[in-house]
C-alpha cells in the first residue's frame, strides 16, 4: 500500500507491505481511492473498513 499525502513542507509518501494477507480495500476503476484518516487507520490495523461500526459521538447542545 502507498499513501500519498501534501503537508505544508511538501509531499509525504508512505508505503507499507505485509508479510501474508493482503490489505482488505476495494479500489476504484482508476486503481486509486481517496480515504479519510479514520479509514486508513482501519485498513492499516487490519479491519475492513465496510464491516466497522461507527457510533456518533454525544454532542452537549449549545
Do not use: N
Amino acid at each position: 500500500m502507498k499513501v500519498l499525502y501534501f503537508e505544508p513542507s511538501g509531499f509525504c509518501l508512505w508505503s507499507k507491505r505485509l508479510k501474508r494477507g493482503q490489505f482488505q480495500v476495494r479500489p476504484s476503476a482508476s486503481g486509486q481511492q481517496a480515504l479519510t484518516w479514520t479509514d486508513l487507520q482501519l485498513i492499516l490495523d487490519g479491519i475492513e473498513v465496510e464491516k466497522a461500526r461507527r457510533f456518533k459521538r454525544y454532542h452537549h447542545p449549545s
